[in-house]
Structures are given as C-alpha cells and as structure tokens.
Antibody, heavy 120, light 108 residues
C-alpha cells in the first residue's frame, strides 16, 4: 500500500487551470500537516504550499500565492492543489508530502511519487 | 527570505567520506532536515532535526548543525549513494518551508 498517491497532472496551455489530488493511506491523514513541493526539470526542490490539520491554516510560496489554492477533504484522505493562471515556470513534477509533526520539527517523512505538470 | 546555500556538486571515491554543507545565517538555531533524491524517484528523508535518522536509514548517514553551517556526512560511501541531496528548514518567521539548491553527489 503506497502511503501517498498523486494524480491530476497533464499538459495545459499558459493561463489554464489544473487540479492535483493526493490520496493518503496507512496513516492518520486528518492529523497530518500536508505540503506540496515541486521540482522543475533540472532544478531543485521548491516548496509550494502547506495546509495544517485542525484550523486548516494555509501558507503559500510567493511564486504561487494568489494563483494556487491548497485544500483537503479529510473524509476522503485527500489533499488538493487547484492551480490557476498557469505559467511556463510552473512546469514541474509535483509531490505531496506529509509533515512528521509527531517526531520532528518539520521534516517531511512521507512523499508521493509525483505527478507531472507541463504548461505549454 | 531565508536562503540555504549548498555546493552544486561533491565527488568522493567509494569507501571514503562525503560531507555536504548547507549554509545560512544562524542556521544553528534551526532544525535542519536532509533528503536524498534520485532521478525518477520521490525524495527520501535521511536525517531530521539536525542529526536524527529515520528507521531504515543506514548509520553511515549522519548530520550536524552549528552556527552558520549544517553538514550531512556520509561515511563509507557506496555507489548507491549517488544522488542529489537537499537540506530543508522551516522558516518560522515567514511560516515558509525552505530548501537548499541541492548538491549532486558523484561516486567516482
């Protein structure tokens, strides 16, 4: 059983929209802070957004603020990333990741395999 | 914004020790995490909170953090350790997560 599985990636034109999903299993999803991280081709890891459990606080990287929306449905153990006004610079592999709050100060201990978004 | 600086590349012979640094102002006051990333695979946490290892990670991987530099040390390097390595912190001032630019470890 794979703990995190992303879906929803694809090819979209500049200015278009896409919605990514990430389904969690094997851990208490509703108690976990969940993040989106991306890696553009040939580049490093870039944090995109976080949604905390409980109060559902959300934070975004400056590069996506105002265009992307992170949300979650705890009844379905699912994390979402609504991506609007997409740009070529958003082309990347998008990973969802769990924050290991119980045993660390912010480490990401579980990662999905990623889903590819191409804006062209 | 907080910036983490890593060397782009580090090369080491098999069986030797590799040291990958992550530099930033006062990084010693923060918890630093390290990830191994191989092409086509998800990142893997290898060190968290400066120097702790998740279960299943070999004890050849260790970490330290002091003042302005955090270091990931890989002892007795193996060919399978060849990967990109990223440091990561939570910038509590901005509530943003920050990754270093990554270091490509080459096993000669």
């Amino acid at each position: 059983q794979v703990p995190l599985v992303e879906s929803g990636g694809g090819v979209v034109q500049p200015g278009g929209s896409l919605r990514l999903s990430c389904v969690g299993s094997g851990f208490t999803f509703k108690d976990s802070g969940m993040h989106w991280v991306r890696q553009a081709p040939g580049k490093g890891l870039e944090w995109v957004a976080v949604i905390w459990h409980g109060e559902n606080k959300k934070y975004y990287a400056d590069s996506v603020k105002g265009r992307f929306i992170i949300s979650r449905d705890n009844s379905k153990n699912t994390l979402f990333l609504q991506m609007n006004s997409l740009r070529a610079a958003d082309t990347a592999m998008y990973f969802c990741a769990r924050e290991w709050e119980q045993k660390s100060n912010g480490a990401f201990d579980i990662w999905g395999q990623g889903t590819v978004v191409t804006v062209s | 914004s907080y910036v983490l600086t890593q060397p782009p590349s580090v090369s080491v012979a098999p069986g030797k020790t590799a040291r990958i640094t992550c530099g930033a102002n006062d990084i010693g006051s923060k918890s630093v995490h390290w990830y191994q990333k191989k092409p086509g695979q998800a990142p893997v946490l290898v060190v968290y909170d400066d120097s702790d290892r998740p279960s299943g990670v070999p004890d050849r991987f260790s970490g330290s953090n002091s003042v302005n530099t955090a270091t990931l040390t890989i002892s007795r390097v193996e060919a399978g350790d060849e990967a990109d390595y990223f440091c990561h912190i939570w910038d509590t001032d901005s509530d943003h997560q920050v990754f270093g630019g990554g270091t490509k470890l080459t096993v000669l």
